[in-house]
C-alpha cells in the first residue's frame, strides 16, 4: 500500500512556538484523525504539508511525490479544506465551478453539480448572501468534484451541523474506500473521530505525542480510579498521566489487560479518545 503521506522530521519555529521533529505517514485508503488542543499546531502542520508555509523538513511527500522536487505533481490530486471559504464572496457557486473547471484537469461538473443540488447550495446565490456552514459545504462540493485521492480538513467541520456532519463523515467513508485515496482532518470534535478514524495523531503543544491505530486507542487505553496505596503500587511505566482529587486518583493507563492481570479487581474504564486529550491537557504527566 502506498502512502498517502509521508513526514518526515518537519519542524516549523514562530518566535513564541515551535512545532518541533515531526515524523509520520499516512497509509492510503485510511482516515487519520488530528487531535491536539487550540494552539498545539495543527494547522500549523497542515499548512506545512500543504507547502503554504515554509518549514524545515528532510521529507514531505504526498501521494508518493516530493513536496520540494516534484511540488506540482504533489499538489494536484490533494484537496484542502478549512473552516471557512477561501473563494470571493462575490462569486455564485455556478461562478466558482466555471473557475475551477479550467483550474482542475480532473473537474467533474456533472458531480459538482449533483454535490450542489445534495447539500441544497443554491447555484446562482453569491456567497455573501451564504451562512458559513453554506460556504463550507461548498467547500466540500468543490473539493470532491475534482476528485482528488487525498483530503485534508482542517477544522472543516466544526461550523456544520450535526446532521449535515454525519453526511461529511458518510461521504468521507465511502472516499476512503478506494484503497488510493487517504483523508487527514483536523478536529474538535472527537466524537466524529470515534465514527470515522483508523488513526489517531495527537499534537501537544508543538510535538507529536503519539501516533496509534484507533483500535489499538479503543482496545487498550483505560482510566483507574484508585487510592493512594494502589497509585504508588502501579509501575510509573504504566501510567500515562493521571489527576489527583480530592480522595483518589484518577490514572490513565494505555494497557488496561496488563492491569487487569496484575490487579483483577481494580476499578478500570475504557478510555475515549477526548479522555485522553483531558489527561494529558490537565493532568501530570508521568512519561
Ligand atoms: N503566522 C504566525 N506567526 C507566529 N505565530 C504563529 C503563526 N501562526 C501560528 N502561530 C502560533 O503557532 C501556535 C500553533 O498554532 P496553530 O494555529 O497551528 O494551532 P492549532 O492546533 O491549529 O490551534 P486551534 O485548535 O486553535 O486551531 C500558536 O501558538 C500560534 O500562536
Redesign the pocket.
Known sequence: MENAIQVRNLTKK????TLDNISFTLPSGTVMGLI?E???????LINAILGVSDAEYDQVALLGHDLRTQTKLAKEDVAAIFSDSHYDYGMTPLAVGEMLSRFFRNWDQQKYLGYLKRFHLPEKKRLKKFSTGMRVKLEFAAALSHNPKLLILD?ATSGLDPVFRDEILDILREFTEEEDHAVLM?S?ITSDLDKIADYIAY?HEGKLLFVKTYDDIRDNYGIITCGRQLFDALSRDDISAYRKEAYSYKILVNDRAKLRRIFPDIEMVPASVEDIMLFYVKGEKVK
Open positions: 514562530y518566535k513564541d512556538f491536539g487550540n494552539g498545539a499546531g495543527k494547522s500549523t477544522e483536523s474538535h499534537l
